[in-house]
Structures are given as C-alpha cells and as structure tokens.
C-alpha cells in the first residue's frame, strides 16, 4: 500500500516538475520585460509627454526577446517601441539588458486556464499547456535605454 502511494506522488511530482520547470530560454524567446523603479520612470518620460506618477508607484511591462547568449553565461534581450506624438517628431525607444538565466522567471498556464488578449477581451480557454517567461528590471546595472529621432519610416503601414 505504501508502495502504491509512493508510486503514485513519484509519478504526480515527475508531472508537475514537467509543467513547472524553469526551462533554460532559448535566442528568439519572447518575454515580457517588467520595469520598476527609477527604469521605469525614465521609460514612462521617454514614453509619455506628461507623466504625473512618483517613480515608486510605476511598473511598465513591455515585450522583448532573447537576443543572444553572452560568453559569460548570461542572455542579452532587447525591445524596441516607436512612440508617435502629435506635434513631435517620431522616435524610437530600445532597450537593451544582459540578464543572468537566474532570474528570468517562467510561469506556466495549464490547459483551459483562461487568457486574455486586452484587459476588456473575454477569456479564451488555452488549448495546450504554455509557459510564460518574464524578467523584473529596476535599475540601469547591465543596461541601455536609448531614445533614437525617426529619420525615415518606409513602407505603408
């Protein structure tokens, strides 16, 4: 009987560690970059025009991807926004942080847990068990934040 419970959490455990695990990212993963701090107030004013928040009370998520893998082990990822303002030129903001694997944090959703494109989207059921990755960036330690004038766009979209 013990044998049988024994086996049974062995085989429940071997499960969930399958679903949970902090799989190692890969070059090209996309993850969500979570700015707080003085990072994020610097993002806001590089992004809004009139930013009326302490910087204590900021957190910005943005989108980003592994872009390589560093020879010291750790994983450089960049994103990059443009900003159109009426009446200012356009521009564009690129964010570039080389971040240990450490501290890049995967968060599963199983099989018909609920996701949300927006805010105000009704849920849609996930048809297969994914896995989220995300990082929490603070200060400027192993990073850039460059504003850049948009000279020429081409194309038309």
Same mark, same amino acid.
């Given at each position: 009987?013990?044998?049988r419970?024994f086996?049974?959490?062995m085989t ?16 090209g ?5 979570n700015? %707080?701090?003085?990072?994020?107030? =610097?993002? !806001?004013?590089?992004?809004? &025009?009139?930013l009326?928040?302490?910087a #204590? ?19 450089e990822? %960049?994103?990059?926004?443009?900003i =159109?303002? !009426?009446?200012?030129?356009? &521009?564009m903001?690129?964010?570039?942080? #080389? ?13 018909g847990?609920?996701?949300y494109?927006s805010?105000n ?37």
């Open positions: 009987m013990y044998l419970a086996l049974a959490l429940l455990s071997l499960c969930c560690n399958q679903l949970f695990a902090q799989t190692a990212p890969c070059v993963d996309l993850l969500f970059l700015l %707080e701090g003085p990072l994020a107030a =610097k993002y !806001a004013a590089l992004t809004l &025009r009139n009326n928040k302490p #204590s009370a900021l957190t910005v998520s943005i989108g980003g991807a592994v872009t390589r893998k560093l020879p010291n082990g750790k994983f990822v %960049e994103s990059s926004t443009v =159109k303002s !009426a009446g200012h030129p356009d &521009r903001i690129t964010l570039t942080a #080389s971040v240990e694997p450490s501290k890049i944090i995967t968060e599963p959703t199983p099989k847990t609920l996701v494109a805010p989207s009704t849920g849609v059921p996930a048809t297969q068990d994914m896995v989220s990755q995300s990082i929490r960036l603070a200060d400027f330690k192993g990073l850039k934040l460059r504003s850049w004038k948009l000279d020429e766009e081409f194309g038309d979209q």
